[in-house]
């Protein structure tokens, strides 16, 4: 398996910046989600990094070496598509046994890496049957299989489970994170999918517009989001904002949320009076009759052991996520407490989360 470096890398089409000044690193044995929004240049990275499309600007280096000219096959790089297209006429051995067969490989070695890796996909009952009447998932896995079996340097993954129902989607997602668990392959996955991004990958690289706007485990990019578009693009619902005016002071500082006080993380530095933004998520607020901050019920939504309630601050509406045997009546008013290590500081123009105490060493907060 293999690193790879991407250092630099800009893609143009004309006129249009597809992708813009984009580095990172997935080191050996890592899965990096790309996740973004439709047109956010995911796609365009990955068909990069495989050979498939040439950077206008900058290198991709696999396990140290520059590969940013080499032509796809050159790269020993499996690149698994939402839709791939099996071979209808073949079995599910020979379709997964496909790929060493055109590399020449002898015989007995393609029965017994096709029979390994069919195991390692729990699909080795199905070996002898057609594909064409396989479901969706088991597609998925001969598609899966005919990439793994090759022992690719790294795998990457374009929305490969873009066509499936939902149902089938949870399932392989698990599968596909417990494959990653034992074969340790280096991924990169493209998805606009939060969950899946979450729920799979050691790391993520939130796109937006062609920029990476953070790059970071699941834990750092939902906890400490980086931009107001990161807060917003992770999270369902979203994080909240609350916009105030005003400076805030080095140490600690305190806000005005509709007149009340707020405690907010300590600042490393004076903020100039500016326009800035306090973000809190739905679940890391609590609904308590005592506090001093006070709201009036919107409206609710009710999941099952939550509920999603919506509480007019001033002129905001905000979005709590509270346990559902909290019964909720529109228009009461409710006292609001919000978890204060829980809060993000985001300056409004620029987007840009305003660094605090909270940062140091909360990697996994
Ligand atoms: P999606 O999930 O919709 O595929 P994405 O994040 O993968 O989104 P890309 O496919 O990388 O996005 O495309 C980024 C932008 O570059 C889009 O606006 C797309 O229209 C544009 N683009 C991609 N390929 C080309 C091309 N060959 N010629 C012109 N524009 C292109």
Redesign the pocket.
Known sequence: MAEIRVENLRKT??D?V??ENSAFVVEDGEFLA?L????????????MIAGL?LPTEGRILLDGEDVTFNRARDRDIAFVFQLFALYPHFNVRKNIGFPLLAQRVAKAEIKQRVEETARLLQIDHILNKSVSGLAGGDRQRVALGRAIVRRPKCFLM??PLGTLDAEFRDVMVRELRELHNRIHATTVY?T?DQLEAMAMADKIAV?NQ?LIEQFGTPSEVYNRPATMFVANFLGSPPMNFIPFEGGLEKGSGTVMVNGSAIDVPQLHEDLAPTSLSLGIRPEHIRFDDAAPLRGSVYGAEYLGTTQIVAVELGDDIIKARVASDRLVRIGETVGLTFEGPKLSLFEQGSGRAIRTALHEGASHG
């Open positions: 089409f004309g249009f597809a992708v790309l973004g929004p439709s047109g956010c240049g995911k796609t365009t990275t990955l068909r499309e374009d929305e493209v606009h796109m062609g």
